[in-house]
């Protein structure tokens, strides 16, 4: 039987593999490594299929080329690509697949990591949450952390389970019960369990997922789904979009899944992150051009979850000119200034929103123009909010907002 990657375009197979190596492999899997003429992996994978190489065996290169540069330039001939497990659950196939078509590649999926560890622990997958930390910050899980939830997260090396439990200890959910799954599927399988606060396994596996059973000390704060986060979530010198405000901002951006933002004088950033909370395939780009601004920014992205938030130290519009088009734009410093209002609406894409906060009347003046001469809604935010007065309470009125909203519909400019 011919291997099916050798007929018609399939020039590519890329073949899930687990730490049982070529014995968990099936007939069609052996078949594609075994007739390639170049079989690509990590040196793990490439030693777990050594059996049955007998093509040219080529490692991914360091640092790791997400372009597959290499794999490409031997388009037509017979090239086997291994992976851990499900190629596209976290893995090299989602990176093939954006370079090589799909009449191009036929796959052979192994069970994921996820999928090992769910059935060792008897949990539905579809009702936790699954994350890989691989490569990327710890900090990613710190949206997942609410009482009572299971996550199960991928980690890069034998440190990371150590760096899970340092971070749900200090962010108050160090009772939490964490089960270390190493090498799943393979001969030095493990599977050893601790509670964040007192976590000391030793000797872990770089091969490993981490199970979390979420308990929320009386202190922790998880972070809630809706709009507009407690202002002390956010480190800021007082010059912030506050809660009550951002809520409201946020609800006119209209978050949408995979959106891009533009947040034109970030400040602590709380737009941005506000807009990346709403879910993992969200980006923000925060332009902030007060150095020691941008910084607290970039640590509140990092403590909130985020790390992602892209910055750029610059003063719009200057610092627009060669940045991503966006899908949404925030205004909530610099909108008087010239240029940034017309740069904006020019940018963003169509059908995009842009929202743009005033509490200058400067700003309010470029608002009541924009909206005249282009449209869109125009309200005004005014908040108070009980506080002392002497030995009573009373109403101390906040600086009104104006906030302009506008479409940007495809037969417009």
């Known amino acids: 039987m011919s291997p099916e990657h050798a007929t018609g375009n399939r020039w590519l197979s890329i073949v899930g593999i687990g730490e049982d190596g070529v014995a968990g492999l099936g007939d069609n899997a052996k078949q594609a490594i075994a007739s390639a003429a170049f079989v690509f992996g990590g040196k793990r994978h490439l030693a777990l299929a050594e059996a049955l190489i007998s093509g040219e065996a080529r490692p991914w290169s360091v640092p790791f080329d997400p372009t597959m540069a290499d794999v490409v330039a031997l388009r037509g001939k017979p090239v086997c690509a291994l992976a851990s497990g499900d190629p596209f659950f976290f893995g090299v196939g989602v990176n093939l697949s954006r370079v090589v078509s799909r009449d191009e590649y036929v796959t052979y999926p192994a069970p994921s990591s996820f999928s090992l560890a769910a059935s060792r622990l008897g949990w539905a997958l579809q009702d936790i949450e699954a994350v890989s930390l691989h490569g990327r910050p710890t900090s990613l899980i710190r949206p997942l952390l609410h009482p009572a939830r299971r996550i199960l997260a991928l980690t890069s090396d034998g440190r990371g389970p150590a760096e899970l439990a340092r971070l749900l200890a200090g962010t108050g959910f160090s009772t939490s019960h964490l089960t270390v799954l190493e090498a799943l599927g393979g001969e030095n399988e493990r599977i050893r369990s601790a509670q964040a606060f007192q976590f000391a396994l030793s000797d872990v596996s770089d091969l ?99 790390p992602g938030l892209q910055l750029v130290e610059g003063t719009a519009p200057t610092a627009l000119a060669d940045l991503e088009a966006p899908d949404a734009i925030f205004i909530g410093g610099g909108g008087s200034d010239d240029g940034v209002l017309e740069t904006a609406m020019d940018r963003l894409k169509p059908r995009g929103r842009l929202v743009a906060n005033a509490v200058t009347l400067e700003t309010e003046k470029v608002l009541l123009e924009a909206r005249a001469q282009f449209g869109g809604r125009l309200v005004r935010l005014q908040l108070s909010r009980a506080e002392p007065v002497g030995s009573m309470q009373g109403w101390r009125p906040a600086m009104p907002v104006t906030q302009w909203t506008w479409h940007k519909d495809r037969m417009v400019r």
Not at 209 to 217: M, P, Q, Y
């Open 208 to 306: 490993n997922v981490v199970a979390i059973e979420v308990k929320a000390d009386a202190e922790a704060q998880p972070l809630p789904l809706a709009s507009g986060l407690e202002d002390d979530f956010f480190e800021h010198d007082g010059q912030m979009t506050k809660r009550e405000i951002r809520a409201l901002t946020l609800s006119a951006l209209a978050p949408r899944r995979g959106g891009l933002l533009w947040d034109i004088g970030a400040g602590s950033g709380s737009i941005g992150i506000e807009w990346m909370l709403r879910h993992p395939s969200m980006r923000t780009i925060a332009i902030e051009a007060d150095p020691v601004r941008a910084d607290r920014a970039r640590k509140n992205a990092n403590s909130l979850g985020v």
